[in-house]
Nanobody
Framework: QVQLVESGGGLVHAGGSLRLSCVAS????????MGWYRQAPGKQRELVAR???????TYADSVKGRFTISRDNAKNTVHLQMNSLKPEDTAVYYC????????WGQGTQVTVSS
């Protein structure tokens, strides 16, 4: 059973920074593509960033240059460093792990005030 637990969300002013973390258990973490998705009220869940087991990254256009995904395979952890936050970044952020199946964390709220 794969479990993903996120932390690091909160309330921040526009222009501020937050760092999200996700710890995985019950899996061979290094083989997984790990990612972050977000869902704002009334909107569909969307990809924010992901990193393959080989280190290749993909970012949503809206966060390029502001967000950075990283992973520490020794600690089964993936991070999302979010800088220059905007009110439109407000959403519940979900950690995702994929290796033929999708696994999701419970989500962490990020609120950016203007």
């Amino acid at each position: 059973q794969v479990q993903l637990v996120e932390s690091g969300g909160g309330l921040v002013h526009a222009g501020g920074s937050l760092r999200l973390s996700c710890v995985a258990s019950g899996t061979s973490f290094s083989t997984y593509t790990m990612g972050w998705y977000r869902q704002a009220p009334g909107k569909q869940r969307e990809l924010v960033a992901r990193m393959t087991s080989g280190g290749s990254t993909t970012y949503a256009d809206s966060v390029k240059g502001r967000f950075t995904i990283s992973r520490d395979n020794a600690k089964n952890t993936v991070h999302l460093q979010m800088n220059s936050l905007k009110p439109e970044d407000t959403a519940v952020y979900y950690c995702n792990g994929w290796y033929f199946f999708d696994y999701w964390g419970q989500g962490t709220q990020v609120t950016v005030s203007s």
